[in-house]
């Protein structure tokens, strides 16, 4: 992950990018749904952060380097907040950088999970409807190599629900590309139900 911070400037990583084509989506049987470009592929540039990068963040100074939009970590199950993510969400807004929240998929209800992040995002000032505010998001990813306790299609479905209807705005499914270096053969599992395709970012959805 790139982000810019006082002490820091740019570091070295992979940054997210979002165009008109669509991310390399992993489902939970482990199938590919799409193909990805290289972030470079795509003009349109940005970035995540949570309480793992460094702190304060130069918002200002991203938006000059180019970078337009920010996922924001801002829950994980059905307790933890990200203590950055007020801040963070402020500052980047501020800025003028498009700002989404984003859950961490763990262990718990779906429907848990979603009340607590609506919760939270709500608390920062996100609405899903404001100029400048992308749709929410969550992020699937295998913990310590292993799926969330629980996880499956029912349950992701549930979250996502709840996610609509508080929001009014279908949430964005990222499965990211540490997930799917941890399946290196199509028939591993975390779930024995059928795929949740999860449809690409695309433009007209910004």
Request: aromatic share 8%; glycine share 12%; with cysteine.
């Amino acid at each position: 992950m790139r982000i810019i911070s006082k002490k820091t400037g740019l570091q070295a990583g992979a940054m997210v990018a979002v165009a008109a084509a669509g991310f390399g989506l992993i489902s939970f049987t482990g199938q590919e749904q799409a193909q990805a470009n290289s972030p470079a592929a795509y003009g349109v540039k940005g970035f995540d952060t949570s309480h793992h990068n460094s702190h304060p963040i130069q918002w200002s100074a991203s938006v000059r380097a180019g970078y337009s939009f920010v996922f924001q970590k801002a829950t994980q199950g059905t307790g933890y907040r990200d203590p950055q993510f007020a801040g963070d969400f402020a500052g980047a807004s501020r800025a003028g950088l498009m700002v989404a929240p984003y859950h961490f998929y763990d262990s718990g209800s779906g429907a848990a999970q979603a009340d607590h992040f609506v919760r939270t995002a709500r608390a920062a000032g996100y609405d899903g409807k404001r100029p400048g505010q992308l749709p929410p998001v969550v992020d699937l990813e295998k913990i310590r190599g292993r799926c969330p306790a629980g996880v499956n299609n029912t349950q992701v479905a549930a979250f996502l629900s709840k996610t609509r209807q508080a929001f009014g705005v279908n949430p964005h499914r990222l499965h990211l590309e540490g997930l799917r270096r941890h399946l290196p053969a199509r028939q591993r599992q975390c779930s024995g139900q059928q795929p949740a395709v999860a449809a690409p970012l695309r433009e007209r959805d910004a």
